[in-house]
Each structure stands twice: as C-alpha cells, then as structure tokens.
C-alpha cells in the first residue's frame, strides 16, 4: 500500500508556548496546511477555485487527539488521507509525527460552499475526480 501525502513542518519559536511545547492551535495550522499542499499537488489551488469555480473549501467539523508534545526545532510531518467523499463534503484523517511517533491525529470534515452564499455547493466534477485518483493512489 502507498503512503498518505505527507507534508513536512519544522516548529518555529512563533509556534511555540512559553514553555518550548508547541501551542495547541497550531496543530490545526500544520493540518491545514497539509490539506492546502495535498490540493495543490493535485494541481488544484486555492485560489484557482475561487476564480475558476466560484467555490471555497471550509472546515466544518474538527475533532483532534494530542498524544504527545512537539518541541522547538522539531522536524514534524504531517499526514492526510481522504476518509470519504459525498456531494459536498469530504473527510480527512490526518496525523502530525515525529518521525514514527504519531503526536497528534484529527478528522476533519470539509464542505464545499459557494465563495458568495456560502452555501454548500457539490464539488465540481473534475476536482472530485482528481480526489478520486489521488485517494486510489494512495491505497484507500
């Protein structure tokens, strides 16, 4: 079986708390970003889907576990996996490690929308497809 995208962050001091431990919140700007770079190694960028296709991604629902702490200076990888696919909406699974040791794992649900209603819309045809590929590619 292939491996889920993988996205590499190092932690910065601006990641970080008083103490030297990354800052809880930040987690979710590693996974997002991992989401971002899983779209754009699709050839599907941001914002070439809100001036080609009128339409945003935005999160819906998050649910993250901590198992252990990231520290200054560590080099993390971020991992994310399509779960699932329905009209308007997709599932992530995601993971931040160091090196094999799981840190932190989140769902997340994500839903297409309309960029001006900000209503959900379906995703469109073609970027499914390319989800798709990518999701058979990587095993799921």
């Given amino acids: 079986m292939s491996s889920p995208f993988t996205w590499p ?4 001091f601006e990641d970080t708390d008083a103490g030297g431990v990354v800052f809880y919140g930040n987690y979710l700007k590693f996974y997002e970003r991992a989401r971002t770079e899983w779209l754009r190694s699709l050839g599907i960028g ?3 889907l809100k001036e080609s296709y009128g339409i945003l991604f935005v999160v819906k629902n998050v649910s993250v576990e901590y198992r252990r702490s990231a520290v200054l200076d560590d080099a993390l990888h971020v991992t994310s996996e399509v779960s699932w696919m329905k009209g ?4 992530f699974e995601q993971g931040v490690w160091r090196g094999d040791t799981l840190l932190s794992s989140a769902k997340v649900t994500v839903v297409c929308v309309d960029r001006q209603t900000m209503r959900p819309v379906p995703i469109p045809a073609d970027v499914a497809e390319k989800m798709v590929a990518a999701r058979r590619k990587t095993g799921e």
């Fill in 9 to 12: 962050v190092r932690v910065y």
């Fill in 88 to 91: 308007a909406s997709l599932g």
């Fill in 46 to 48: 941001q914002q070439f």
